[in-house]
Nanobody
Framework: QVQLVESGGGLVQAGGSLRLSCAAS????????MGWFRQAPGKEREFVASISWNGQRTYGIDSWKGRFAISRDILKNTVYLQINNLKPEDTANYYC????????????WGQGIQVTVSS
């Protein structure tokens, strides 16, 4: 089993930056794809970005590439999501997920962490 714990959220002013962390334990993640999702109140959960352990990155919305950046530290078994120029519409619960590289569904999830962007 894989356990995921997010950290780094909080209240941020619009235009600021935030770096979310997702620490994984329970299994080495060499065979997993790690992803970030977010869900705002009353909305569906949406895919933000993912990264495989060969370094390939995927972003849910192409225009996010300049403002969102996913990265990982293999030695720390941790995945990060850097968000720059935060906007009020970025307010959501952000979730870290893990899936087997050959699968499409994410089988493991963190508890989520709140990001609130004030205007």
């Amino acid at each position: 089993q894989v356990q995921l714990v997010e950290s780094g959220g909080g209240l941020v002013q619009a235009g600021g930056s935030l770096r979310l962390s997702c620490a994984a334990s329970g299994s080495r993640l060499s065979n997993y794809v790690m992803g970030w999702f977010r869900q705002a109140p009353g909305k569906e959960r949406e895919f933000v970005a993912s990264i495989s352990w060969n370094g390939q990155r995927t972003y849910g919305i192409d225009s996010w590439k300049g403002r969102f950046a996913i990265s990982r530290d293999i030695l720390k078994n941790t995945v990060y999501l850097q968000i720059n120029n935060l906007k009020p519409e970025d307010t959501a619960n952000y979730y870290c997920g893990a899936r087997m590289a050959a699968e499409k569904e994410y089988d493991y999830w963190g508890q989520g962490i709140q990001v609130t962007v004030s205007s």
